[in-house]
């Protein structure tokens, strides 16, 4: 038996470390050293230490754990402490693997990762594609309003051409916009009267509109009801326009006085709103004579917008 040099256990004789504590074991070719310990409380250096006699005899409960231990070897210890090592290192394993740090797992976590990935950049790439399709939708939606408002301006326009355009047998012409909605246009074969809608008084009209013989320009009437001006339509015809000065006729007493609010209408549509009928009569004497030559402004403007719009057919 080999008896522990640091705990005092017996231990068999080919045990290298004690059962016990641990600590090597001499070799048999080694006698063990027989260590005395000693109390190292003791505070008199010169004191003799009392040497340790071992115990004769050992209680049973000692006696049958000696027993038991007296037959493990240290080869039996260091089998024992590399199973612990391997059951450690098995739970740490199993510890990492459930926590994602083996490869596989981790592997199958980061396939997990990248699948709620791919799963929210699809749902993002569809929310974008949805909301590109929703403002794809509105620019088309916008784009047929914006067609249609075009469409109705353009019918709309197509109507006020068609309400406002006067068409005779052998010419035609836009009214004027100063008239729009103003007056009325009475066709007859190639002859145009043009009444005020408010005083609409065929003996009293805005102007008429004919087609006369001959291709030479001329000048004919007065000056209370004269030629404003005409447009040739062929080789021996062309179209005159005719209009009375209405303020020219209130003074010279021409015509059959009605009401100055007629007469001021009429003179108004005649020039374009330029001219006022009251203004230009008292500038005019009873031969004709205007002193500011209002009466001759209807001239030029019944020129510049109605005689200029008329084309042949």
């Not at 007859?188 to 809608?197: E, F, N």
């Not at 320009?217 to 000056?223: E, I, K, P, Q």
């Amino acid at each position: 038996m080999k008896n522990c040099t640091n705990c005092g256990t017996s231990n068999t004789e080919d045990s290298k470390f004690c059962f016990s504590c641990g600590t090597p074991l001499p070799s048999q070719s080694q006698p063990a050293e027989t260590t005395i310990p000693v109390d190292l409380a003791v505070s008199d250096p010169t004191a003799i230490p009392t040497p340790l006699i071992p115990p004769t005899s050992l209680p049973s409960t000692q006696k049958g754990i000696d027993n038991a231990t007296n037959g493990i070897s240290g080869k039996h210890v260091v089998a024992i402490a590399a199973g612990l090592l391997v059951v450690a290192t098995a739970i740490g394993a199993g510890v990492s693997y459930a926590t994602g740090m083996w490869g596989g797992h981790g592997e199958q976590s980061a396939s997990t990762q990248r699948e709620h990935h791919a799963s929210a950049q699809k749902s993002g790439s569809a929310s974008t594609h949805t909301k590109q399709q929703d403002n794809s939708n509105k620019a088309k939606n916008d784009g047929n309003a914006k067609d249609e408002s075009k469409n109705t301006k353009k019918q709309q326009a197509s109507e006020d051409i068609a309400q406002y355009h006067v068409t005779a047998q052998s010419y035609e012409f836009d009214l004027p916009k100063y008239w729009r909605d103003r007056v009325i246009a009475q066709v007859d074969g190639d002859t145009v009267t043009i009444l005020s809608k408010t005083y609409p008084d065929t003996e009293n009209p805005v102007c008429t509109i004919s087609v006369e013989s001959g291709t030479l320009t001329y000048s004919g009437g007065d000056v209370a009801t004269s030629i404003m001006g005409y447009v040739p339509i062929s080789s021996d015809h062309h179209v005159e326009v005719w209009a009375h000065r209405y303020p020219a006729l209130a003074a010279m007493g021409g015509i059959e006085l009605k009401s100055d609010e007629e007469y001021t209408d009429l003179t108004d549509l005649q020039s374009g709103g330029t001219v006022d009928f009251i203004t230009a009569r008292n500038n005019t004497d009873a031969g004709g004579e205007s002193s500011d030559g209002a009466i001759f402004i209807i001239d030029d403007w019944m020129k510049n917008n109605l005689i200029s719009a008329i084309t042949v057919r």
